[in-house]
């Protein structure tokens, strides 16, 4: 049975106090939609249909940014869950399959526990996700008999008795398209906050002899975020939980609760991170790679067997080779490092292609942008950059090429060659002390003047 997606993102978020739609909100370097997004994913959706409100443009275009696929809607007014669920019947009106319905401030539902809600699917018209709570608190209860789920009871309108039941309502269904769509039909706002609750389609269905159940998931999948404090909770989670996939698949975190990690952050397995390592996003490291402490990444690749760091930047566009080296306080930009180059010392290479086997000097700077456009250095194989030089793109370093310590090149190197820039050194005998003495009798009458 084919599957569709219909989530649920039009919330306006009033307690994240900020003027970004509440689902736009960023854990490890991704919207929250966007992890929600990504769960639904893995099931190969036929159809995902994001129901948006309060800054409908924003939440459209990242949306669109993760899956150009999606079909965004517009819930021009905010009247529930079972209300913002119907804006999606059009954009499914030729759809025959089963819809799961997820919330774009849920993020952490598990691709598996859909698994599990499609399973049960089989014997039952609808399916409910449910957890156990540690602290019930104001969440809507799932009243069972036995494997059977009679209704789910809003708290404001449980008795004392349905309030003190602990299994409790995500929100997250799953009904086939054209059943939950008519069973929305028969939902009212008859209720203590007036609204149109989805979870209400669980009475009727039941009055309609329909069969309905309840899947169990961890209580940590259905945390929602309405709140700064949920938004540092849940990068806890993540954070925790990424870690933790991580060295199972055989990466070495040397101190795993500082090194923080993005949504999509790809490390082959016998890598070693050791600590406080930032991976931004559009990160991926091959197998046997080190990334040394207090490194930072994002948008980058590494190759098997290249060390990075300590105290390493790379950003976004930065390409290593395998077995390249990449030392303290270095940063790479945009920038190709060919097998088993070493920039060990601080360095900046910038929009710049480095062949195989080359040394660059401390201090080397590729000097690439002119005030108004970048330009491109070329450095060839098992060149030698000589400490503190100035590389001024455009330019080209030829193929073991060398440059001399503390030369501004402006022009191309040819291969094999030697460059020299610098302005000959001039030694005066004597003049260090005599100098010294001139600035010292300056310094005391200037005290002097000032007392």
């Known amino acids: 049975m084919s599957i569709a997606l219909v989530i649920l993102a039009a919330g306006k978020g009033t307690r994240m106090n900020s003027d970004l739609p509440k689902v736009l909100h960023q854990i490890a370097n991704a919207p929250m939609l966007v992890h929600t997004m990504q769960a639904g994913a893995a099931l190969s959706p036929a159809h995902t249909v994001v129901v948006a409100g309060h800054g409908f443009d924003a939440v459209k275009a990242a949306a669109l940014d993760f899956d150009p ?3 965004v809607v517009l819930q021009e007014e905010q009247n529930g869950t079972g209300h913002a669920t119907n804006m999606a019947r059009d954009a499914l009106s030729d759809f025959d399959g089963d819809v799961i319905v997820l919330f774009g401030d849920t993020p952490f539902v598990r691709a598996d526990t859909l698994e599990k809600m499609i399973v049960a699917r089989k014997d039952n018209a609808v399916v409910v996700l449910g957890f156990e709570a540690a602290d019930p608190g104001k969440y809507g209860r799932l009243v069972m008999q036995e494997s059977s789920l009679e209704r789910i009871v809003e708290f404001a309108d449980a008795t004392d008795e349905e309030r003190d039941i602990t299994f409790c309502n995500s929100g997250v269904m799953l009904a ?12 009212n706002s008859d209720n203590a ?6 979870t209400d389609i669980v009475g009727i269905a039941r009055d309609r002899g329909l069969p309905v159940t309840a899947v169990t998931c961890d209580e940590a999948e259905t945390l929602g975020v309405n709140s700064r404090a949920h938004l540092a909770q849940a990068e806890a989670i993540f954070q925790d939980r990424a870690r933790a996939d991580l060295m199972d698949l055989g990466v070495t975190l040397q101190q795993p609760e500082t090194v923080m990690l993005s949504f999509d952050t790809i490390i082959g397995r016998d890598t070693t991170i050791e600590p406080n390592v930032y991976f931004g996003p559009e990160v991926t490291i091959e197998s046997g790679t080190r990334i040394r402490a207090f490194s930072h990444l994002e948008g980058c690749h590494v190759s098997r067997g290249a060390t990075v760091g300590p105290y390493a930047r790379l950003r976004p566009g930065a390409e290593l080779a395998e077995n390249t080296h990449v030392g303290n306080f270095v940063e790479i930009k945009n920038a190709e490092v060919g097998e088993g180059t070493k920039v060990n010392h601080l360095s900046y290479v910038g929009d710049a292609t480095v062949g195989k086997g080359t040394n660059i000097g401390a201090g080397t700077i590729t000097c690439n942008y002119d005030g108004v456009m970048k330009h491109r250095t070329e450095i060839g194989d098992g060149a030698f950059i000589g400490s503190n030089t100035m590389l001024v793109a455009p330019v080209k370093i030829g193929n073991q090429a060398m440059t001399g310590s503390g030369s501004v090149i402006t022009k191309d190197v040819p291969d094999t060659a030697l460059a020299l820039a610098r302005a000959e050194q001039t030694t005066k005998p004597g003049l260090a002390v005599k100098l010294f003495e001139i600035l010292k009798k300056k310094k005391q009458k200037r005290d002097q003047e000032s007392q």
Do not use: M, P, V, W
């Open 176 to 187: 086939k398209s054209t059943q939950l769509f008519d069973l929305i039909d028969a939902l």
């Open 193 to 198: 906050q007036g609204e149109i609750y989805l």
């Open 69 to 71: 696929d999606a079909k």
